[in-house]
């Protein structure tokens, strides 16, 4: 994985203001400060990296080398946007700072790789260099705590050797007091002329419009009922074309479940390009769908892997101790264990392929502008719930054959695909539907994951029967042969609890909105 030399978590405000600001008191009641450290004075030189058309500084990511701040701080720094932490009508956000060392003119390899799902095939290059004078100083409580550290910056921004233009910026970032204590001292400095309620990187502000374009992928926009249907699979696919970026960074950095919603993400694309088949450009969507095929099974190595060691380990702890005979938690960690790790690393590197940088490039194009058919151009409102009702149809055939005497194991899992589709097709018309299709995505859902448990207990049964008369066995077989009459007793459990739950998801109230 992309692992950096290290990684901090920043929660900060950023504050405008005029050169003539003077900083008001800040000791008091109103800020909960008891003292202020003397300033830090300090000159620091960054040099921002970013692609010809700025992808990283439109996403509010900033890659940079820094030198100033002395050694253990110098050298690059990636910092990237996260959600937790982020009070907007504060001016409050946080985002993960990786640092690595290294000179200024080559981007650690770590770093670089971090990127390129937003950079993709373009080149990184210098786009900005800022020198800043920074005052810096610490607010402490009465008891001497450090509540949150003030930055006074003067930016100049350089152009050939000059001074092409300067902004003044305040920011406060949290050393132990949290929020509370940024927005106290907020207050004070708004009070004061400061100017809060917006984020932007230095960087952003220093390269104008162009950086605060929108982002490449776009952002959703809201789509209305009357509005052309392919408006709404635009929409759809822009949303899942960002949780990939997303998720697929998250990869990189060894994120917990991040190659499982990679996964998902490309499902459910693949899904979306099956489900408003119809008003897409046939050839194009098959192309697409085939390559997200390759991309899920690519990740379904490490997810599987996981589910089936929880799984198994979890039923070896509710047996008794006399029937665990051997050293069964040891076989199947070693078994089991060398799948997950092969799976991690086959994930990683099919997202360092040139296949996936292919496909992640066609990706971010559909989500600007699919390619469609004509009839693409019928509104949402007639359109839209035939589709959603086709995928709804597909389930009930399904669930039908599995009450033939004909029917056979892989329909079950036949059945929990359609469910899965039913699913993610409400869920991608859910912002323009609202309740009624998040009710029949919760069925779908709820049907979906009672197959899910049934699946997974055959596909654990099949691996015990493997292990127990695989060569080595030995006296593990015992305790493995207990565990797999629970997966086939998990999975006539799972059968019966189906019929139960659609009863319920089957009901027509569920579909009233398809009939509009």
């Known amino acids: 994985m992309s692992a950096a030399k290290s990684t901090t978590r920043e929660v900060e405000a950023k504050f405008r203001v005029h050169p003539p600001f003077e900083l008001p008191s800040l000791i008091g009641e109103r800020t909960g400060a008891g003292s202020v450290d003397t300033a830090r004075n300090e000159q620091l030189v960054a040099i921002y990296w970013d692609t010809s058309d700025l992808r990283l500084a439109r996403e509010g990511v900033t890659l940079r080398h820094r030198s100033g701040e002395g050694p253990g701080k110098d050298g690059w720094h990636l910092k990237l946007p996260v959600r937790e932490g982020r009070v907007p009508d504060a001016g409050i956000a946080s985002r993960d700072e990786l640092h690595e060392d290294g000179e200024p003119d080559t981007i650690p390899d770590a770093l670089r790789d971090l990127v390129s799902p937003w950079t993709r095939t373009a080149v990184i290059g210098p786009v900005a260099t800022l020198v800043t004078q920074r005052a810096a100083c610490l607010l402490r409580d009465p008891a001497g705590n450090a509540l949150v550290e003030l930055t006074d910056d003067l930016v100049s921004v350089m152009?050939?050797?000059?001074?092409?233009?300067?902004?003044?910026?305040?920011?406060?970032?949290?050393?132990?007091?949290?929020?509370?204590?940024?927005?106290?001292?907020?207050?004070?400095?708004?009070?004061?002329?400061?100017?809060a309620g917006e984020f932007l990187p230095k960087v952003v502000r220093a390269l104008g419009p162009q950086a605060t374009a929108d982002p490449d992928p776009p952002v959703p926009v809201a789509v209305g009922l009357d509005e052309p249907a392919r408006c709404a699979v635009r929409d759809v696919l822009r949303r899942n074309v960002r949780a990939l970026v997303t998720n697929d960074v998250a990869v990189r950095r060894d994120l917990p479940d991040a190659v499982h919603q990679v996964r998902v993400t490309a499902r459910r694309m693949r899904s979306t390009l099956k489900t408003f088949g119809p008003i897409l450009d046939p050839e194009w969507a098959t192309s697409l769908r085939t390559e997200l095929k390759w991309l899920a099974d690519e990740m379904a190595g490490a997810r599987d892997s996981e589910v089936l060691l929880n799984r198994l380990l979890r039923d070896l702890d509710g047996l008794d101790d006399e029937v665990?005979?051997?050293?069964?938690?040891?076989?199947?960690?070693?078994?089991?264990?060398?799948?997950?790790?092969?799976?991690?690393?086959?994930?990683?590197?099919?997202?360092?392929?040139?296949?996936?940088?292919?496909?992640?490039?066609?990706?971010?194009?559909?989500?600007?502008?699919?390619?469609?058919?004509?009839?693409?151009?019928?509104?949402?409102?007639?359109?839209?719930?035939?589709?959603?009702?086709?995928?709804?149809?597909?389930?009930?055939?399904?669930?039908?054959?599995?009450?033939?005497?004909?029917?056979?194991?892989?329909?079950?899992?036949?059945?929990?695909?359609?469910?899965?589709?039913?699913?993610?097709?409400?869920?991608?018309?859910?912002?323009?539907?609202?309740?009624?299709?998040?009710?029949?995505?919760?069925?779908?859902?709820?049907?979906?994951?009672?197959?899910?448990?049934?699946?997974?207990?055959?596909?654990?049964?099949?691996?015990?029967?493997?292990?127990?008369?695989?060569?080595?066995?030995?006296?593990?077989?015992?305790?493995?042969?207990?565990?797999?009459?629970?997966?086939?007793?998990?999975?006539?459990?799972?059968?019966?609890?189906?019929?139960?739950?659609?009863?319920?998801?089957?009901?027509?109230?569920?579909?009233?909105?398809?009939?509009?």
């Open 159 to 195: 152009s050939s050797g000059h001074v092409a233009g300067r902004f003044r910026e305040i920011e406060v970032e949290d050393c132990g007091g949290g929020v509370a204590a940024i927005e106290a001292v907020g207050a004070v400095l708004r009070a004061g002329g400061a100017v």
């Open 324 to 516: 665990v005979v051997g050293p069964v938690r040891a076989r199947l960690e070693r078994e089991i264990g060398e799948r997950l790790k092969a799976g991690g690393d086959r994930a990683l590197q099919t997202l360092r392929s040139e296949r996936y940088v292919v496909l992640l490039e066609r990706l971010v194009d559909a989500a600007w502008e699919p390619m469609t058919s004509p009839d693409a151009e019928e509104p949402v409102i007639t359109a839209i719930p035939a589709y959603v009702n086709a995928a709804w149809q597909r389930l009930a055939k399904a669930a039908k054959r599995l009450e033939s005497k004909h029917a056979v194991p892989g329909d079950w899992h036949t059945a929990r695909i359609r469910a899965k589709e039913l699913r993610y097709a409400c869920d991608a018309v859910t912002p323009i539907y609202g309740k009624a299709a998040k009710s029949l995505a919760k069925q779908a859902e709820t049907v979906q994951e009672v197959l899910g448990e049934h699946q997974d207990a055959v596909i654990a049964a099949d691996t015990l029967r493997g292990i127990a008369t695989g060569r080595g066995a030995g006296n593990v077989a015992f305790t493995l042969g207990l565990l797999h009459s629970r997966q086939t007793e998990a999975a006539a459990s799972a059968q019966a609890e189906f019929w139960r739950v659609w009863a319920e998801a089957s009901r027509s109230r569920h579909r009233k909105w398809l009939a509009t």
